[in-house]
């Protein structure tokens, strides 16, 4: 598919649009920074041609409908913290960046509902809705950057999903401008729904392919007043991962349980320079518990940190203040930071298993880390089986050797995890980072009736081009 | 309370020579006793002091010099020091006695103020006469720099506080200012201690952040300890001493000393420069009154950048090699000018 | 070795918002810990009880619920808490602060070492442990940045000044204020959470401690605040985007240039 490039006459146009102050064109320096989003590897980038800054479902309709009369690529971005390639614009084109979109409409404290512009930055929300003890459950990593826009359309995960679920839950309302530019509402400040085919989940995840959110209804929970995070130090990956079903199947759903293996605690611990005693350590747990009754609370956690010593447990650290609870998740947060410090390339995924199979998967990849000579730390959010297992280039290696080798590393990791009965990305999405897999862990039928519904609303395929599969 | 008169400042010494604290101490004092209308005295305890360190005592603004001498006081220790300074005070009655905010001052002052039974005020940055009553307004800062809350001591005497090294200037000296100098016996019956210095590290590197005219601090933003090594070379050049946020401390890769911010030290350096500083609120709170501060560091929303008078947003690594670059090349074009003048 | 640590709970620094029209802090919803910096000072006195014996006993001074501090203290590894709470302490300076915790140590009585923080957080005065070293006719040691050994009833340790370490020798009984550089605090354990919540905490009163009326709370403090502000650090930050080599020549000349202008180079 070829597109047609952003000429100065349509540059005026897009001007005449959004105002002459929101488009960026033809500065190279200024176009840049939208040219990736974090993954880090260059390969990945492309430049726009022009980046658009709309403040209106109005805006994005004509520019859409300009995009599609003069077959010019269109890519939505919000913060640019994804981890797949959603917001890169592969084809050229135009970037539509939503960060002027940043309003909160409406918090319905009555209702429990939000009514939020994409550019929102997800931790405002919750900064906002702090006052009103209430809380909007989606919790991404990137929380404190990324645009809650963004996370619907990648349907961000992240670490409190084993309770919470992840982003589509809470969404009950979408307004939205569809790749062809017509601007349709579905949904609303309603908890069930089934006026007609389920749309609005249709677009949760579709990694900026089907449509450009305008405006967004999100399902709110009361705030939980405290909460507690334990770290568990096991002796071996089995019986960390056996104690996660002892816990979820214990009648206590924790906010998040997260897995650490040695290499990841090893690499973070030593660049923290932090002190517990992690040496005779094969893995970790992270498990948070909250709620609204302290005594409640005081009782999970403790009913979980037996059962993790039942299950072998070394020691179980205990943070029930943001002093230690901070230690304990700098060590979570800081793995990644850690290994670029002695490897500057890395390919961070997060496949996803069953529960029960964390450990075979773990084995896998150790064997996989000696076959290829690399390290492949792995740690994640073993709640929901959801793995960020990260193979890391072998120092020793060239650039050129590692980008030989990586593809292979990946394939044999995304075909053990669909073995083991896995998905290939439970929370990053596929974009075009991952697209190449996508028929490991799908038919060509399953994939067609994507295309199909890809086909049937942007027929000219102007919307994200070349992300998931190639239409 | 009326018995109480005249202002003391606490002089120090080290090994029989007066350290320039003193000399800032009475700025503070000489303030203080003309607007009081009362002598001004450096109280000294040590060991062979210097005759001409005491006379320029004399010749920077005090009216009298009280000097207590004996071996045993050459280190100091907190229970013969106070033992004396005690019999001091109760001799001559202070109205007000300020000391630095020093290792020696922030331990002697508050164990002499519960032996006195007097108020005592820590890091002063301000301190004034209340007009009327004459009591001492001591104005401190307070969570974590973002209150200065004024404080006095309206009944017990002396009034006490300790102000921050380098906090004010040096009290010009005046040649041929005279004054007294008092020789205090001291008795053997007080220099007991139950505490004995038997060695001494001296470690350059602990060079005290807190008295420098400039600090250049790293952050995490160095990412290794190997990089942190910029840091150093960039104090080098601007003649700074090193600075480090809490978490270049606790991934070791400097030691406790430099720490700036709410549990470290707070600085009020000319010059502050944060480098790989996100500044979050405790370490403002240990550098925000600096008078000029220059922030680098990649993300465009840092807070640092709130305190900041110049921000450079960009990648360090790719900011701190051409800054060194840039700093040297003017050095030696500095150099080699003024070996032409010399010339 | 018998082992006294005053700890302190203050509110926390990340949390820490003002109203901008009174200049008070917002109390409302502050999570309050124990002082971080005394934490180095529990953690050398737990090891310091590992090596050496005896108990290790926390006491704070604070309104009833300071009692989570202490209890935060047992299940790191201390063996009692003791909270001191009294409608009478409130609005004690350092001076009153100081006679009350010396008062409590009295009263438990068998004692080798008292160890403290280098200084709370919030108050940030560092003046409390010299004094109640003060109020006990001890020695006190201060700034201790490394325990060496004790031995022949002599600790010898080191002393962080501005030039440098004092290594000192310290008889017992006496007082140690410690600097961060002394310890890595450990975590509280599960099993010492349960231990912590089990424990029994005396709350004493200015009775109990038989403390002299006149010489706690604001009546017994010799200081009195008499004006709080906030101070105004404005700034306008001239920001200079460096992201290649053109811009980032042209920002390090503008901060180069500013240096100069301000005589600072």
């Known amino acids: 598919m070829s597109y047609n490039k952003v000429t100065p006459g349509i540059a005026d146009e897009l001007r005449e649009i959004v105002g002459a102050k929101y488009v960026i064109y033809g500065d190279a320096d200024r176009l840049e920074p939208f040219s990736h989003d974090e993954v880090a590897e260059k390969d990945y980038a492309h430049l726009p041609e022009a980046v658009v800054r709309p403040s209106s479902a109005e805006e994005i309709s004509r520019i859409m409908k300009l995009a599609n009369r003069e077959r010019i690529a269109v890519t939505p971005r919000g913060a640019g913290s994804g981890l797949s390639g959603g917001a890169v614009p592969i084809c050229g084109g135009i970037v539509l960046l939503m960060d002027r979109m940043n309003r909160i409409l409406e918090i319905d404290p009555a209702n429990m509902m939000a009514v939020v512009e994409p550019g929102v930055v997800t931790n405002e929300i919750n900064n906002q809705l702090a006052s009103y003890g209430l809380v909007f459950a989606g919790y991404p990593m990137s929380l404190e950057t990324c645009y809650v826009g963004g996370n619907v359309a990648e349907n961000a995960g992240g670490g409190k999903a084993v309770k919470y679920g992840v982003t589509g839950r809470y969404i009950t309302g979408l307004e939205m401008v569809t790749p062809t530019g017509e601007i349709v509402s579905y949904g609303g400040k309603v908890v069930k729904d089934v006026s007609g085919y389920n749309i609005i989940q249709l677009m949760v995840g579709s990694e900026g392919t089907l449509g450009i959110f305008t405006r967004i209804i999100i399902k709110l929970l009361p705030l939980p007043k405290t909460a507690v995070d334990l770290l568990v130090l096991f002796r071996t990956v089995d019986e960390a991962i056996e104690a996660v079903p002892r816990i979820m199947t214990h009648g206590i759903i924790p906010t998040a349980i997260e897995f650490m293996d040695r290499l990841a605690i090893k690499t973070s611990c030593q660049y923290l320079h932090e002190s517990i005693p992690y040496e005779d350590c094969g893995a970790m747990l992270l498990v948070e518990v909250d709620g609204f009754d302290s005594q409640q609370v005081e009782h999970e956690y403790e009913t979980v940190g037996e059962l993790c010593m039942e299950c072998g447990a070394m020691e179980v650290y205990v943070a029930d203040n943001a002093t230690t609870a901070e230690r304990i998740w700098k060590i979570r947060r800081n793995i990644a930071e850690a290994f670029k410090v002695t490897a500057p390339h890395q390919s961070l995924e997060d496949i996803v298993v069953p529960i029960s199979q964390i450990p075979e998967m773990v084995r896998e990849l150790e064997r996989l880390s000696q076959k290829y000579d690399v390290q492949i730390p792995c740690y994640g959010h073993a709640g929901d089986g959801n793995l960020h297992a990260t193979p890391v280039m072998n120092p020793a290696w060239t650039t050129e050797k590692w980008q030989e080798v990586l593809p292979k590393i990946i394939d044999d990791m995304f075909r053990a995890t669909v073995r083991l009965g896995g998905k290939i990305s439970g929370e990053h999405g596929i974009g075009h980072k991952r697209k190449a897999y996508l028929s490991l862990a799908m038919s060509e039928a399953e994939i067609d009736l994507m295309r199909q519904i890809k086909r049937a609303l942007d027929p000219n395929n102007i919307l994200n081009p070349g992300k998931i599969f190639d239409v | ?343 | 070795m018998n082992i006294i640590v005053p700890i302190k709970q203050v509110p926390e620094t990340n949390a820490v918002r003002m109203d901008e029209a009174t200049g008070t802090m917002i109390r409302d919803g502050v999570v309050s810990i124990i002082n971080p910096l005394d934490l180095y000072g529990i953690e050398l006195a737990i090891e310091l009880r590992e090596r050496f014996g005896g108990r290790a006993t926390a006491i704070s001074m604070g309104p009833p619920k300071a009692e989570e501090a202490l209890r935060e203290a047992i299940a790191m590894g201390l063996d009692d808490g003791i909270l001191l709470s009294d409608r009478a302490f409130a609005g004690a300076d350092t001076w009153a602060t100081a006679y009350a915790l010396s008062q409590a140590i009295r009263k438990i009585g068998d004692y080798d070492v008292i160890i403290c923080g280098e200084r709370a957080t919030d108050g940030d005065t560092g003046q409390v442990g010299p004094a109640i070293a003060a109020f006990l006719d001890l020695p006190v040691a201060s700034y201790i940045s490394k325990f060496e050994d004790f031995s022949e009833g002599q600790m010898r340790l080191h002393r962080l000044v501005e030039d440098g370490y004092e290594i000192l020798q310290v008889g017992l009984p006496c007082v140690l204020t410690v600097v961060k550089e002394v310890s890595n605090p450990r975590l509280p354990t599960l099993r010492g959470k349960q231990k912590a919540r089990k424990a029994d905490l005396p709350v004493w009163n200015a009775a109990d401690i038989e403390a002299d009326p006149t010489l706690v709370g604001l009546k017994g403090s010799p200081t009195r605040v008499v004006k709080i502000h906030r101070p105004k650090v404005s700034r306008q930050c001239e920001k200079a985007l460096a992201n290649d080599e053109a811009s980032t020549d042209q920002a390090v000349r503008g901060l180069l240039d500013l240096l100069e202008k301000r005589e600072l180079i």
Not at chain 2, 180 to 188: G, K, L, N
Not at chain 2, 241 to 260: C, F, L, M
């Open chain 2, 1 to 343: 309370m009326s018995d109480y008169s005249g202002i003391w400042i606490l002089a120090e010494q080290s090994a029989g020579r007066v350290l320039g604290i003193s000399h800032e101490l009475l700025t503070r004092g000489r303030e203080l006793a003309d607007k009081r209308k009362v002598p001004l005295s450096a109280v000294l305890l040590g060991n062979n002091v210097s005759e001409a360190d005491l006379a320029e005592l004399i010749e920077r603004g005090a009216d009298q010099v009280i000097l207590a001498e004996h071996a045993e006081l050459d280190a100091f220790r907190p229970e013969p020091h106070t033992r004396v300074m005690q019999r001091l005070v109760e001799k001559y009655h202070p109205e007000i006695i300020i000391a630095g905010a020093t290792s020696t001052g922030r331990t002697l002052m508050p164990y002499l103020a519960v032996k006195l039974h007097a108020g005592l005020t820590a890091d002063c940055t301000v301190l004034d006469i209340e007009p009327g009553t004459g009591n001492l307004l001591q104005t401190r800062p307070a969570i974590g720099g973002n209150i200065l809350a004024t404080i006095k001591t309206p009944e017990a005497r002396p009034q006490m506080a300790t102000v921050r090294p380098k906090s004010t200037r040096p009290a010009m000296r005046q040649a041929g200012r005279t004054g007294e100098i008092i020789r205090e016996p001291v008795a053997d019956d007080l220099l007991s201690s139950g505490i004995s210095r038997v060695g001494f590290v001296k470690d350059e590197s602990t060079a005290n952040i807190s008295d420098a005219k400039a600090v250049v601090a790293g952050g995490r933003g160095f990412k290794t300890s190997e990089k942190f090594k910029m840091v150093y070379a960039l104090a080098d050049e601007l003649q700074a001493a090193v600075g480090a946020s809490r978490d270049a401390v606790d991934r070791a890769w400097i030691t406790y000393p430099h720490q700036v911010g709410l549990s470290g030290k707070t600085v009020t350096p000319g010059l502050y420069v944060a480098i790989g500083i996100s500044g979050a609120i405790q370490h403002l709170a240990g550098m925000q009154t600096a008078e000029t501060v220059v922030a680098i560091n990649n993300d465009p929303d840092a807070m640092i950048f709130s305190v900041a008078d110049y921000g450079i947003v960009g990648d360090l690594s790719e900011v701190m090699p051409v800054l060194l670059e840039r700093l040297r090349e003017r050095r030696e074009a500095g150099a080699s000018q003024s070996e032409e003048a010399g010339g």
